[in-house]
């Protein structure tokens, strides 16, 4: 069973910068697809952006253009860089591996 751990969540101001990372740890093989996923509040979850092991890459159309996925295969660690950050960007974001779930971590920005 993966298990993943975020972190480098926060609060900024709008227009502002963080980077997520998701470490994978208890793994068994290598990981195809790594994804992150945030939660609004009063909202569904929702897939933000994922990676393959090509990098092959995929963005929700609400963040293209201003976040970056990206992985480190032998660290078994994704990122997300999140850049122009705007308040509707606020929600708790996870991490997603092989049906996996990270216990997840807010982003906060603020108007």
């Known amino acids: 069973q993966v298990q993943l751990v975020e972190s480098g969540g926060g609060l900024v101001h709008a227009g502002g910068s963080l980077r997520l990372s998701c470490a994978a740890s208890r793994i068994m093989g290598i990981i195809n697809v790594m994804a992150w996923f945030r939660q609004g509040p009063g909202k569904q979850r929702e897939v933000v952006a994922s990676i393959g092991l090509g990098d092959d890459t995929f963005y929700a159309e609400s963040v293209k253009g201003r976040f970056t996925i990206s992985r480190d295969i032998a660290q078994n660690t994704v990122y997300l860089q999140m850049n122009s950050l705007k308040p509707e960007d606020t929600a708790v974001y996870f991490c997603?591996?092989?049906?996996?779930w990270g216990q997840g971590i807010q982003v906060t920005v603020s108007s």
């Open positions: 997603n591996a092989r049906d996996e």
